[in-house]
């Protein structure tokens, strides 16, 4: 069963548009998610977790436990956001841990 | 760099054939995990190991299996190659502990089965 939905494979915007990348979730425990972003030719790297609620690149996410959602968004975006965007769940097994990943959104920003 | 670093960055193999990829984490870093990236299916996590031991699976093959040497550096080894095995492996490590939830990944290593 998919753990992490991104429902958009692709997202397109211009320049200066508000952007939402969305996410949702199904976890029984409590959740803690994670957005990770690879732009292109890097590596793929930590974005921004729902427990810091913190805004990086002026991105933000709010975990939203009703919706079971966890949706990125950013009000004016730049042609620097362009990239693959990767929602993350943290899962525990057996007392161990793993990040569960969503299929990704290629966002493009247009000039 | 002292970042994850992952060989090999390409490899062209058969149908049948078996391959190792190897992943050095970060200095420091005792966790190491493996994702399989395919076209569709996004990144699907395969193993972790903590200090050398396996501490998490998850979708991975009886086909493939991995470990983790007393330096930290970590081989995934994929045997009895199909098509379907074509892909991106990335290898990812992690501090002590994983509860911060970030993963530092190495650059992939492109499987391609013929």
């Known amino acids: 069963a998919q753990r992490v939905t991104q429902p958009e494979k692709l997202l397109s915007v211009f320049k200066g548009a508000p952007v939402e990348l969305k996410c949702n979730y199904s976890y029984s425990g409590s959740p803690e998610l994670f957005w990770y972003v690879q732009y292109s030719r890097q590596r793929l790297q930590l974005l921004l977790r729902h427990i810091s609620r913190e805004s990086i690149k002026g991105f933000t996410a709010d975990l939203n436990k009703g919706e079971t959602s966890f949706h990125l968004k950013k009000p004016f975006a730049q042609e620097e956001d362009s990239a693959m965007y990767y929602c993350a769940l943290r899962e525990d097994q057996g007392g161990s841990e793993k990040l569960v990943f969503g299929k990704g959104t290629k966002l493009t920003v247009n000039p | 760099d002292s970042g994850v670093t992952q060989t090999p960055k390409h490899l062209i193999t058969a149908t049948g054939q078996r391959v190792t990829l190897r992943c050095s984490p970060r200095s420091g870093d005792l966790s190491v995990y493996w994702y399989q990236q395919s076209l569709d299916q996004g990144l699907q996590f395969l193993i972790q190991y903590y200090n050398g031991e396996e501490r998490a699976k998850g979708n991975i093959l009886e086909r493939f299996s991995a470990q983790q040497f007393p330096d930290l550096h970590s081989e995934l080894n994929l045997s009895s190659l199909e098509l379907g095995d074509s892909a991106l492996y990335f290898c990812?490590?992690?501090?002590?502990?994983?509860?911060?939830?970030?993963?530092?990944f190495g650059e992939g290593s492109r499987l391609t089965v013929l």
């Open positions: 990812a490590s992690s501090a002590d502990g994983f509860w911060t939830g970030e993963l530092f």
